[in-house]
C-alpha cells in the first residue's frame, strides 16, 4: 500500500490472512473522501479474501459474495476498492453522504456501519445507494 495519512495496514488488511491488496488507485480516493470529509473514518471492514468473505456469511454478516471488499474479485476483476466504517452520528453521517456522493462513492446504509466502494470507477456498474436488511 502507498502511504496513507489517516488509514493503517491494520485496520485495512484481511483479518483473516493479513492480506492487503488494495485496487491501484482506491487508497487514493479513500484519503481523498476522508480529507474533504475531515472526520474520522473508523474502519470495522477493509480487504477480504474469499475464505474471509466467506467465513462472514456465514455468520450473518451483510456481505456479499461478489464483494467489492474482495481481493482478486472473480466477477469484476478488480482487487478491493470498499471499506464498511462505523456509522457516525446523524450529523456527521449527513456530512459524510453529501461528500461521498458528488465523488462517486457507492453507499450502503446499515444500523452499525456504512458501506463505501468505487464501483462506479473500478468496475462496468454505476454507483448505488441502498440499505441492508
Ligand atoms: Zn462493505
Redesign the pocket.
Known amino acids: 500500500m502507498n502511504h496513507s495519512k489517516h488509514f493503517t495496514v491494520e485496520e485495512l488488511q484481511c483479518p483473516t490472512t493479513k492480506k492487503l491488496k488494495l485496487e491501484p488507485g482506491f487508497i487514493e480516493d479513500l484519503e481523498e473522501l476522508r480529507t474533504f470529509y475531515g472526520l474520522p473514518m473508523m474502519v470495522t471492514?477493509g480487504c477480504r479474501t474469499q475464505t474471509h468473505n466467506e467465513w462472514l456469511i456465514r455468520r450473518k454478516y451483510?456481505?456479499?459474495p461478489n464483494?467489492?471488499?474482495l481481493i482478486a474479485n472473480p466477477q469484476y476483476g478488480c482487487d478491493t476498492c470498499?471499506?464498511?466504517i462505523r456509522r457516525p452520528s446523524p450529523t456527521r453521517l449527513h456530512k459524510l453522504v453529501s461528500t461521498a456522493l458528488p465523488l462517486g462513492w457507492t453507499v450502503?446504509f446499515a444500523k452499525t456501519?456504512i458501506?463505501?466502494?468505487m464501483r462506479g470507477k473500478y468496475s462496468n456498474l454505476s454507483p448505488i445507494i441502498y440499505t441492508y436488511n
Open positions: 471492514s451483510s456481505a456479499s464483494s467489492f471488499h470498499a471499506v464498511d450502503g456501519f458501506h463505501l466502494d
